[in-house]
T-cell receptor, first 115, second 109 residues
Framework: GAGVSQSPSNKVTEKGKDVELRCDPISGHTALYWYRQRLGQGLEFLIY????????KSGLPSDRFSAERTGESVSTLTIQRTQQEDSAVYLC?????????????FGPGTRLTVL | SQQGEEDPQALSIQEGENATMNCSYK?????LQWYRQNSGRGLVHLILIRSNEREKHSGRLRVTLDTSKKSSSLLITASRAADTASYFCATEGNTPLVFGKGTRLSVIA
């Protein structure tokens, strides 16, 4: 497990369904980030976790979005009652430290399509 | 917001030419990073320049930072078709990295 992995790589769902996206960070990385990228757009910060500190949820677009992380390992991003506007690539990244003082290593992303 | 904004939005050059992309931001930063993205999936870190540095090199990449103008530039020399990708700057201050919308570079063989 040399890099950040995400699953599924692609997810197609119907409007109104809940989806759960998974991220496995690099072992030993204390910081974990979730981003959303709409087609042709830049990265939109959603949430980040740093060790056992309270996560920074300031980027979550609505209360339909939530994320959890178990210790310094796996994280799941949950989107409830999905809407078509949620269609995007969801990227996860991890780093040794928070605040961007170290480079972020990105996973390949999950492409979510809401029909 | 300290969001970086890349300029131009798209750039098309011939193989062998140099490519220059610019990034502007709004607030004080600790460092600025450049990333590359192929095919709309994961990003790859290219280079980090700290606020007290003015220029940094890595292979064919040269990054400059002007904190007085709140701007940075990424120069790719002797471009190759494989350099075709989107390039993002990301600024780090008191919040997690904030990414710009990117420059789409096309290198034509």
């Amino acid at each position: 497990g040399a890099g950040v992995s995400q699953s599924p790589s692609n997810k197609v769902t119907e409007k109104g369904k809940d989806v759960e996206l998974r991220c496995d960070p690099i072992s030993g990385h204390t910081a974990l980030y979730w981003y959303r990228q709409r087609l042709g757009q830049g990265l939109e910060f959603l949430i980040y976790f740093q060790g056992n500190s309270a996560p920074d949820k300031s980027g979550l677009p609505s209360d339909r979005f939530s994320a959890e992380r178990t210790g310094e390992s796996v994280s799941t991003l949950t989107i409830q009652r999905t809407q078509q506007e949620d269609s995007a690539v969801y990227l996860c990244a991890s780093s040794l430290d928070s605040g961007g003082r170290n480079e972020q290593f990105f996973g390949p992303g999950t492409r979510l399509t809401v029909l | 917001s300290q969001q970086g904004e890349e300029d131009p939005q798209a750039l098309s050059i011939q193989e062998g030419e140099n490519a220059t992309m610019n990034c502007s931001y709004k607030t004080s930063i600790n460092n600025l990073q450049w990333y590359r993205q192929n095919s709309g999936r994961g990003l790859v870190h290219l280079i980090l320049i700290r606020s007290n540095e003015r220029e940094k090199h890595s292979g064919r990449l040269r990054v400059t930072l002007d904190t007085s103008k709140k701007s940075s530039s990424l120069l790719i020399t002797a471009s190759r078709a494989a350099d075709t990708a989107s390039y993002f700057c990301a600024t780090e201050g008191n919040t997690p990295l904030v990414f710009g919308k990117g420059t789409r570079l096309s290198v034509i063989a």
